[in-house]
């Protein structure tokens, strides 16, 4: 039997905080929540600093009117939901959010939050395009700066052993997402795709020891289970911001199983694990600079085309869906980048192009049954 929110209290918890999109347990203990918008920001920094971190997101918004009122309509509708939702008070619990130069999209979305919002808090960084090792300098120091603006806004000291305590913190929560990972791979899965995805998105509200707790109930639910029967097709999910396990779950329910993804907001963006020691903000900048590149990091092509051959081999896929938000031109062009490669090293890909919070649509079903009937039909060649 597949696991539920009414079988497994522990999903149920994990569910419900992906929903809220809220820190309702750090919120109680008075600790200042602060939303991020890139997985390049190191969390350690924020917990350190004895904060909250939340991973900004806009499925609170039915719409994105209030944000559309200063943005383009080519921007990228993730942004102009994001914006929408800071404006229209569904984040009036932040004490504040930081930005990144992701996208011309995200850094237009950081103007309007610093111009517009209530927010008594605007962090940004600059993160290099390129990882050549000259440039680490750079990131570094936009750290170290960052680093010293949370201090003297929010009247604290981040110390290396704080740094060293949340890396450690963060790295029990890589540990189970490496558990998770496993649990729905392979010839026999014991979790669906969209319940290992919602966990990993949970672990972007809940506490790091909260997350700890219900993922070690979820991964010894799921070591008891009878391995997922009817699965047509093992799919990798690549591409750009998602941020919402029913978009999975519409996958799933025609027989795909989701085992493994590249996306910020799943496996990739936690990245790998950070090593403690006596430079433990160094340690944070290798970390992060150094993860799977983001398809923003220019000439990085080749280590993602790796990146996903290796998880292609190990998940034992037998296709790829490649989603994106429209008018993401970075994620675009990974489209062009892949297809080229496809022409000497084939592998099947379904590309799903959408706006921020579609999740179940008619379109939709009907590309991936199709898609399925063609990995079937390759399978029994």
Not at 23 to 44: D, K, N, T
Not at 95 to 118: E, F, M, P, W
Not at 181 to 187: A, E, I, Q, S
Not at 323 to 348: D, M, S
Request: charged letters at 25%; aromatic letters at 8%; a neutral charge.
């Amino acid at each position: 039997m597949a696991l539920s929110a009414e079988s497994s209290p522990a999903l149920r918890e994990l569910r419900a905080a992906v929903e809220a999109a809220k820190p309702e347990e750090a919120l109680r203990a008075g600790r200042p929540a602060v939303g991020y918008f890139c997985s390049y920001i190191p969390v350690e920094l924020l917990l350190a600093a004895g904060l909250c971190p939340v991973r900004l997101r806009g499925l609170t918004q039915e719409d994105s009117s209030s944000g559309d009122a200063y943005l383009s309509h080519l921007t990228c509708s993730l942004v102009r939901h994001v914006a929408a939702a800071v404006l229209d008070g569904a984040y009036n619990f932040l004490a504040g959010q930081i930005s990144v130069n992701t996208c011309d999209h995200v850094r237009r979305g950081y103007d309007v939050l610093a111009a517009k919002s209530d927010l008594a808090y605007h962090g940004y960084i600059s993160v290099p395009h390129s990882l050549r090792s000259s440039l680490f300098p750079w990131y570094l120091e936009e750290l170290t700066r960052l680093k010293a603006s949370l201090e003297d806004h929010f009247q604290v000291r981040i110390s290396e052993e704080a740094l060293n305590q949340a890396i450690a913190q963060m790295n029990r929560v890589r540990e189970r997402v490496q558990k998770l990972d496993v649990l729905r791979r392979g010839p026999a899965p014991r979790l669906s795709g969209a319940e290992v995805f919602t966990a990993l998105m949970a672990g972007r509200v809940l506490s790091a020891e909260r997350f700890v707790e219900l993922a070690d109930v979820l991964i010894a639910e799921a070591e008891n289970l009878e391995p997922i029967a009817g699965i047509r097709g093992r799919v990798v999910l690549i591409g750009g911001e998602l941020d919402d396990p029913r978009f999975l779950r519409t996958i799933e329910s025609q027989g795909a199983q989701v085992v493994g993804d590249l996306l910020c907001f799943g496996s990739r963006g936690l990245g790998q694990m950070v090593e403690t020691g006596q430079d433990p903000l160094a340690s944070l900048a290798r970390a992060y600079l150094y993860q799977i590149p983001c398809a923003r990091m220019m000439n990085e092509f080749p280590q993602r085309w790796q990146a996903l051959l290796d998880l292609y081999q190990a998940s034992q896929a037998d296709g790829i869906i490649f989603t994106r938000i429209k008018f993401c031109q970075i994620w675009a062009n990974e489209v062009h980048n892949l297809r080229h490669r496809f022409e000497t090293h084939p592998l099947p890909m379904l590309v799903l192009e959408r706006e921020y919070g579609t999740v179940s649509t008619g379109q939709v079903k009907t590309r991936v049954q199709a898609f399925l009937e063609k990995l079937e039909a390759r399978r029994n060649d």
